[in-house]
Structures are given as structure tokens and as C-alpha cells.
């Protein structure tokens, strides 16, 4: 099973890449995995929250395939443990799924489109994170359950 993580935005400036470089790279030890930037809208003017949802909307859908098992990384969606999420993808490795595609959406959230396509909802926190910081979360996230399924000593469970 290959895993990407989709996001609305542009390519992180070096000090950023090499904080999630560290995860992508032990990540990549497990499965296949990329990170990939979906770019923003091209919005002239003062637009609405809403506008912007929309547009991102329809950079996101437009990336996705019928095949891909997509997971929108949502404040509203599942709450999980470190646990739970290791569970989650080794369910999803179990189920044969080949593309298991995680998505965080833009800074005014996503789209009505992206929100009803996505069955899948997973929140990393109740609390508000930077973008930066939900990538990085997400990242340090993965790679635990990954070393949870592999019954290593990263996670130390009570």
C-alpha cells in the first residue's frame, strides 16, 4: 500500500523540508510515501472564505482517482490514540487498499464537495495547528503507528 499526504499549498521553504524530511524518510522504510503540495487558487481580489473553499475544493478533487482511499484530516472528524490510527492503517492494509491518501485542506477548511466525497474524517487534535504543524503532527503520527504495527520501541505503550 502506498500513503501520500495531499495538501492545499506550496512547497515548504528548506528549514521546514527538513523537519518533515527526517519523518518522510523513516515513513518510507515501512511503505511508499510522498508528500505533495496541491498549490493554491489562482483568487484576484478580496474573496470570501467560501470562495476559497470552493476553488481549493476543486484542487483537491481534481488530484484524487477512483481508486485512491482518501482521509480528510478534519477538527470535526474522529478522534483516535496513537493506537487507534496504527489500527486504522493496518485495517486498511488488511482491506487492500493500494492508495491510502490522507488530505489536509486550506486555512479556511474544505469545500462542501471535498467534505461529502471523503467518508473518511480523522482530527488530529480539537485544537487550531498551522498547516506546518498539522503536516508535521500527521508525519510524527504515521510514523508511530508504523513502528507500532512493527512492534518497535519508538511508542512506549503504559
Same mark, same amino acid.
Not at 528548506?14 to 483568487?43: T, W
Not at 485512491?68 to 489500527?87: I, K, P, T, Y
Given at each position: 500500500?502506498?500513503?501520500?499526504?495531499? +495538501?492545499?499549498?506550496?512547497? =515548504?521553504?528548506?528549514?521546514?523540508? %527538513?523537519?518533515? &524530511? *527526517?519523518?518522510?524518510?523513516?515513513?518510507?522504510?515501512?511503505?511508499?510515501?510522498?508528500?505533495?503540495?496541491?498549490?493554491?487558487? %489562482?483568487?484576484?481580489?478580496?474573496? $470570501?472564505? =467560501? %470562495?476559497?473553499?470552493?476553488?481549493?475544493?476543486?484542487? *483537491?478533487?481534481?488530484?484524487?482517482?477512483? &481508486? @485512491?482511499?482518501?482521509?480528510? /484530516?478534519?477538527?470535526?472528524?474522529?478522534?483516535?490514540? #496513537?493506537? @487507534?490510527? #496504527?489500527?486504522?492503517?493496518?485495517?486498511?492494509?488488511?482491506?487492500?487498499?493500494?492508495?491510502?491518501?490522507?488530505?489536509?485542506?486550506? &486555512?479556511?477548511?474544505?469545500? =462542501?464537495?471535498?467534505?461529502?466525497?471523503?467518508?473518511?474524517?480523522? $482530527?488530529? &487534535? /480539537?485544537?487550531?495547528?498551522?498547516?506546518? /504543524? #498539522? %503536516?508535521?503532527?500527521? /508525519?510524527?503520527?504515521?510514523?508511530?503507528?508504523?513502528?507500532?504495527?512493527?512492534?518497535?520501541? +519508538?511508542?512506549?505503550?503504559?
Amino acid at each position: 500500500m502506498k500513503i501520500s499526504l495531499y +495538501y492545499i499549498g506550496k512547497k =515548504d521553504h528548506d528549514n521546514k523540508m %527538513r523537519a518533515y &524530511s *527526517i519523518f518522510e524518510k523513516r515513513i518510507r522504510h515501512y511503505v511508499p510515501f510522498e508528500i505533495q503540495a496541491l498549490g493554491k487558487p %489562482r483568487l484576484t481580489g478580496k474573496q $470570501s472564505a =467560501d %470562495r476559497h473553499r470552493e476553488e481549493e475544493g476543486k484542487i *483537491i478533487m481534481k488530484a484524487l482517482t477512483s &481508486s @485512491d482511499q482518501a482521509v480528510l /484530516l478534519d477538527v470535526n472528524g474522529r478522534q483516535m490514540n #496513537s493506537e @487507534d490510527f #496504527s489500527g486504522f492503517i493496518q485495517q486498511s492494509m488488511n482491506r487492500g487498499i493500494r492508495h491510502l491518501v490522507f488530505i489536509i485542506g486550506g &486555512s479556511y477548511g474544505t469545500s =462542501d464537495a471535498v467534505y461529502n466525497a471523503v467518508p473518511e474524517k480523522i $482530527s488530529l &487534535s /480539537l485544537m487550531t495547528f498551522s498547516h506546518e /504543524l #498539522s %503536516r508535521l503532527v500527521f /508525519l510524527e503520527q504515521l510514523y508511530r503507528a508504523m513502528t507500532i504495527l512493527n512492534g518497535e520501541p +519508538y511508542h512506549h505503550i503504559k
